[in-house]
């Protein structure tokens, strides 16, 4: 089954295939210790298990205190329950019927059934000559058969024709067979004669010949629902006479960024301003996931505008996504306003960078809205773990997290005690086998030009503080549309 058909499917970033990186130089690198292994071991998993959908859920965690924090925030969540919310809450857009071009990446959503048989008539497969296969039975170089050549079909619209024993037709690859042959014998196996033709070589009854229907037959499956479309799905819809077919639509994204610091990119900022990178950054990765991304740019501080586009993307898209340092004393503006079009909450998740986080589903129809901290490095680790998932969700994804593998630790990391550390790093193939990885910079700077760099995620478990080198860690390569 492809892995973008769809259906829950399981969950965990511990899945790992081969993915193709560049050779790294060799290295020495110890043995792998039981207590290197115990502190590489791979992250918490996401339990394999289908995506819950939304039902009441015992409180299984207990509040724990922190800093001076405000009353959304006074709550510390796991990286897999925060992520649990969002997937349970995420709608599942509508069908629609697109042009099979415009159909291209997304996901069938009907079972397309063919009307009519492919091929639509008996024809060649190459050129050659049309024959019975008993004439040509036991052909050599040495001792070749003749034929008379009794014409010649090329592909379009012709006559049918027939052949006796004794007999061939010139034919083209694509053009309608005779009746009475049942093998095409192909050109370079003749003298390539146009009155008779002598066979070098007679292949078995069947050979060459493409009968009616031996691709799909009347009434067959041409597609089916959750088939990525792509090139060969849009050749075999064309050729069963489909010029519109339904599918998964890309979920519509907004994008915007808070922050009373903030200026777009094409203003110099003035001391104390920084420019808005987030919501290019944000738009260009929801593109990248499969969605129909909206950079709507930096939230405006009047109040009313304010709240103005805050409702009228609530009312064009299917979730919003907010990037935004948000008060930790209590509510600022934008945190209010969002208040006031329904339920957000804005809690400690156990992960580093960007441990504050924000969720609630707003406005008259209860769409997502995912706040994510609003630091460049931090702004696009929450995106890898929250909603690019969510995305992938929403499009009918089967495979809904970045494949990952296991590599060693090309030197020491260190991680805080119970977050889940993510840090940017390029992972490459080793000499001796499997990968290796190491960070760019050492986790506590966020540099733009770092994060450039790096190629991939190394996540750490909560409960490990330290991966000497040579030891195990998960990797997430970032592969462009992966």
């Known amino acids: 089954m492809s892995q973008d058909s769809t259906g829950g ?27 290197d292994t115990r502190a590489a071991g791979t992250p918490a998993p996401l339990e394999s298990r289908p995506v819950p959908v939304p039902e009441p859920r015992m409180q299984t965690e207990q509040p724990v205190p922190i800093l001076q924090l405000s009353e959304g925030l006074a709550t510390v969540r796991t990286v897999e329950r925060h ?9 599942q857009p509508d069908p629609i019927e697109l042009a099979v071009l415009d159909a291209q990446g997304l ?8 009307q009519r048989a492919l091929p639509a008539f008996d024809q060649a497969a190459l050129d050659g000559y049309a024959a019975r296969a008993d004439d040509v039975l036991g052909a050599s170089l040495e001792a070749p058969v003749e034929l008379a050549v009794v014409g010649e079909s090329v592909p379009g619209v012709s006559a049918p024709s027939s052949i ?51 691709d799909v037959a009347p009434g067959d499956p041409a597609v089916q629902v959750g088939t990525p479309i792509g090139p060969a799905q849009i050749s ?19 994008v915007l960024c808070a922050g009373t610091e903030l200026v777009d990119v094409g203003t110099a900022p003035a001391p104390g301003q920084v420019v808005d990178v987030n919501s290019y950054a944000l738009a ?28 009228s993307q609530l009312l064009r898209s299917d979730l919003v996504l907010i990037a935004g340092t948000f008060a930790s004393g209590g509510f600022d503006m934008v945190q209010e306003a969002l ?45 890898e773990v929250f909603v690019r998932p969510a995305i992938r969700l929403m499009l009918g994804k089967r495979q809904l997290f970045r494949r990952t593998v296991q590599a060693i630790a090309g030197q020491p990391l260190m991680s805080p005690l119970g977050y889940r550390q993510y840090l940017h790093g390029t ?25 450039a760099r790096a190629n991939c995620l190394i996540v750490i478990d909560e409960d490990v503080t330290e991966v000497a080198a040579g030891g195990l860690v998960t990797v997430m390569p970032l592969l462009l549309g992966g």
């Open 427 to 451: 992972v490459m193939r080793h000499p001796d086998g499997g990968y290796v990885v190491e960070p760019v910079g050492d986790g506590t700077e966020a540099l733009l030009a770092r994060m």
């Open 284 to 311: 260009a990765a929801a593109r990248d996931a499969g969605a129909e991304a909206y950079r709507s740019g930096i939230l405006p501080t009047d109040r009313r505008r304010l709240t103005e586009v805050l409702e």
């Open 107 to 114: 996901l069938c959503a009907e079972e397309v059934i063919s």
């Open 339 to 383: 208040a006031e079009l329904g339920e957000m909450r804005f809690r400690q998740v156990t992960m580093h960078p960007g441990p504050a986080q924000g969720f609630g589903r707003l406005g008259r129809d209860d769409i997502p809205v995912i706040c994510i901290p609003g630091e460049p490095v931090a702004a696009l680790v929450a995106f």
């Open 9 to 35: 499917g399981s969950r965990g970033y511990r899945d790992t295939a081969q993915v193709d990186m560049p050779m790294a130089p060799p290295r020495p690198t110890g043995p792998i210790t039981e207590r």
């Open 83 to 91: 992520l649990d919310e969002i997937l349970a809450a995420v709608p």
């Open 164 to 214: 006796g024993p004794g007999l061939a037709l010139k034919v083209a690859a694509g053009a309608m067979l005779p009746a009475g042959a049942d093998v095409v014998v192909p050109a370079v196996w003749t003298d390539q004669g146009s009155v008779r033709v002598a066979v070098h070589a007679g292949p078995p009854a069947g050979s060459y010949v493409r009968r009616t229907g031996d």
């Open 236 to 254: 075999l819809l064309a050729a069963v006479g489909r010029e519109r077919v339904l599918v998964r639509p890309r979920p519509r994204i907004a």
